[in-house]
């Protein structure tokens, strides 16, 4: 005979869960209420629960419970001793402290013990966890009820994802619809026989990767966009390699079906070289093709989307707290802060506090994808929300609370910890201190994202790079690809803890600003082996970074003179930073690295110069060099001396 684990947690006045804790702990295979434990299993509990109880109600009246800090005169109030007398105990124990000082936990528990005190330190709030869900409730099996899978559509740029979502979305607006115009909230829901699915209608890879880079899951499904007469392009692989990373199915939509030059095999071939091998060529990647301009085979791409979310059985529980994920958000000088929250869990109603990000407040009304007012929102469903006190980033996670003031409370927490974290932010990779980072077991995998100028020094760089993985970190290449460094590369390697690697590439001004912002290496090299040497070294813990590049500012070529026995002279405007004459310069060329050189000369007007800022022009001449072009960028930069730390 045994005793159902349900029963046993009434008796002991336990929840299942602590239960089901405290026997998994000892060992014992438990998995719900419903299993049954032996007799001795039992007992063994009681007498733990029951001893434990024991021995609180013994002790209960000498312990002191200290959170962080106590002055002299907190203490005095808790034991309830006269602080006079107090300090005079703290004489006599040798502890010199006035009436406002605070102690030591040391000096606590002395002190404490001479009036028959123990003193129990409560554990503060986990830090690491304030961002994320403050109720995050484990949801019973029975409770779980299937909900509409999440879908992203990403692809390179006029393969017809803008083209592809109307064509779905007409499907479902009706004409009446506010006169033929639809309501745009950044996501909307469509129906497949009976079955919901929502979209997310965001730009792409970008608000994908912004949602990951700062924790949240938001797709469950992502729908890569391919023309079929122009095939696999630079932001096609871009995309593949966010979806990969993300760890989300990916669904082809060859699109373009109509046109004369369609080519849907050449197009499986190219998603073959990147390791997306098509159903019908033996693998496991859904290829629909579809003509979005003509409406062709868009209900074989939504049942396929269908069949995706039932093999993933995709769940929540609609009858909890709710929490989402906003999508987007803006101030809107008529209703205040507006944000598109995409429900993950729950429902949410009209009245809910809630707290997003450092953002909080109360639901004062909710809209959705339709413009019709609703009075609550469940999983999966996308709704506009008023009510927050303030704007929150795209990406943060909603959350219903309690009431009003513990919303409030937690954003105050947040901006609090946010303020530290700008203060003393450093747990990025970088190569500086990888080694120590290695040592302390904090980098398993080195993520790298590299940028180059052409495609064969890509394929060079990662092939070199991966071969650097040891026993203890694993090199892993993220995406690879040709042109400067951008935003997106930035967010991506944000998102995943990466470096990036530019080979004859350089980042642009906010791509720089951006990887300043989330704290991202970024190495640029003009020679393959040096930058397979530098990380190598990091590896091993030998590198030493003597200076350390700074870029001072950035110059636009307006006009060009030639002026005899001098050169070729460019008349510039300083756009970001300042120009200084002893700085170093590097002539770009639509993102690509021209030529390194000294500045040769630096005027305004006829007066030789030091320095020029930014907004102002200037005229530049570059030491031996003349093949200056309208349109150029000359990036102005030097180099500083920084000491190595381990």
Same mark, same amino acid.
């Given at each position: 005979?045994g ?9 002991l ?7 089901? +804790? ?9 998995t ?5 434990? #032996?007799?001795?299993?039992a007992?063994l509990?009681?007498d733990?629960?029951? @001893?434990e109880?024991?021995?609180?109600? &013994?002790?209960d009246?000498?312990?002191? +419970?200290v959170e ?7 203490l ?15 004489i006599?124990?040798? $502890?010199?402290?006035?009436? #406002? ?5 040391d ?6 013990a001479?009036? @028959?005190y123990?003193?129990?330190?409560e ?7 304030l ?7 484990e ?12 879908i ?7 393969h017809? %994802? ?7 979305? %007409? ?12 309501q745009?909230?950044g996501a909307y ?14 730009p ?6 912004s949602m990951?880079a ?8 992502? $729908? ?5 007469d122009?095939?696999i !392009? ?14 989300v ?8 079906? *109509? ?6 095999d ?22 629909v093709?579809v ?12 049942? !396929? ?10 769940k929540?529980?609609?009858t ?9 958000a803006?101030?809107?000088r008529?209703r205040?802060?507006v944000?598109t929250i995409?429900? +993950? ?14 953002a ?10 339709? @413009?019709e007012r609703?009075e ?14 303030d ?12 009431d ?16 530290e ?7 990025t ?5 990888l ?5 302390q077991?904090e ?14 020094s890509?394929?060079?760089? %990662?092939?070199s790079?991966?071969?650097?993985s ?8 993220l ?9 997106? *590369?930035?967010?991506?390697a944000?998102?995943s803890?990466? $470096? ?10 906010n791509a ?8 991202? *290496? ?19 813990g030998?590198?030493d970074?003597?200076y350390?590049?700074v870029v ?10 030639k ?5 070729t002279?460019a008349g510039?405007y300083?756009?970001?930073?300042t120009?200084?004459?002893n ?6 060329? *639509? ?6 050189? &000294? ?6 007007f ?17 030491e031996?060099?003349?093949?200056? %072009? ?8 030097d180099f500083? &001396?920084? +000491?190595?730390?381990l």
């Open positions: 005979m005793i159902r684990i349900y029963k046993l947690a009434e008796q006045e336990l929840s299942n869960k602590e239960l089901i +804790k405290m026997l998994q702990d000892l060992g014992v295979d438990v719900s209420h419903m299993s049954t434990i #032996n007799e001795e299993t007992e509990i009681m733990m629960v029951l @001893g109880e024991e021995g609180t109600q &013994e002790d009246s000498k312990v002191l +419970k962080g800090t106590m002055t002299v005169k907190e005095s109030e808790e034991i309830d001793v006269d602080p006079s007398t107090l300090m005079a105990k703290l006599g124990l040798g $502890i010199m402290a006035t009436i #406002n000082q605070e102690l030591t936990s000096q606590l528990e002395v002190v404490a001479e009036y @028959g123990v003193v129990e330190e554990e503060e709030e986990e830090e690491d966890n961002f994320g869900l403050v109720n995050d409730i949801d019973k099996q029975k409770d779980l009820k299937s909900r509409p899978p999440v992203t559509v990403m692809g390179h740029v006029d017809g %994802k803008t083209t592809l979502l109307d064509a779905i979305r %007409k499907t479902e607006v009706t004409a009446s619809e506010a006169g033929g115009i639809t745009h909230i829901q469509v129906k497949v026989n009976g079955q919901k699915i929502t979209f997310l209608d965001t792409g890879h970008e608000a994908f990767t990951r700062r924790g949240a899951q938001a797709t469950d499904i992502a $729908i890569l966009v391919v023309a079929a122009d095939g !392009m630079p932001q096609t692989i871009e995309a593949i390699n966010h979806a990969k990373s993300a760890g199915p990916i669904i082809v939509a060859i699109n373009k079906m *109509d046109r004369p030059n369609a080519q849907p050449r197009v499986k071939q190219e998603l073959m070289n990147h390791g997306l091998i098509p159903e019908d060529w033996g693998g496991d990647t859904v290829c093709p003509s979005a301009l003509k409406g062709e085979n868009l209900d074989e791409l939504l049942e !396929m989307i269908v069949l995706t979310a039932e093999m993933e059985e995709l929540a529980n609609p909890r707290p709710a929490n989402g994920i906003i999508v987007e803006e101030l809107d008529g205040g802060p944000a995409l429900i +993950k869990n729950g429902t949410l109603k009209v009245g809910d506090a809630i707290v997003a990000g450092l909080s407040g109360r639901v004062r009304a909710m809209i959705n994808d339709q @413009g609703v609550e929102a469940g999983p999966a469903t996308p709704v506009e929300v008023l009510g927050l006190s704007v929150p980033n795209a990406g943060d996670l909603l959350e219903v609370v309690e009003d003031q513990s919303a409030r409370d937690i954003a105050q927490k947040r901006q609090n910890k946010r303020r974290d700008e203060l003393s932010r450093n747990t990779v970088n190569l500086e201190d080694f120590s980072q290695i040592q077991g980098v398993k995998e080195l993520n790298i994202v590299v940028k180059a100028d052409v495609q064969g890509v394929e060079a760089v %990662k092939q790079l991966q071969k650097l040891t026993d203890e970190v694993e090199v892993k290449m995406h690879g690809g040709v042109g400067g460094i951008t935003e997106t *590369d930035v967010m991506l944000a998102a803890n990466a $470096i990036i690697i530019g080979f004859n590439v350089r980042p642009g001004v720089r600003k951006v990887a300043e912002k989330e704290n991202v *290496d970024i190495r640029t090299y003009r020679v393959i082996y040096k930058a397979i040497d530098d990380v190598k070294s990091a590896m091993e030998l590198l970074p003597d350390k590049e001072l500012g950035q110059v636009e070529v307006r006009q060009t003179f002026v005899p026995k001098i050169g002279i510039a300083v756009t970001n930073g120009v200084n004459r700085a170093k310069v590097r002539l770009l060329r *639509d993102g690509t690295i021209i030529h390194e050189g &000294e500045i040769g000369s630096l005027k305004r006829q007066d030789d110069v030091k320095e020029v800022a930014e907004g102002y022009e200037c005229g530049i001449g570059i031996g060099y003349n093949d200056l %072009k309208e349109g150029d960028i000359m990036e102005i930069y500083e &001396e920084v +000491k190595r730390t």
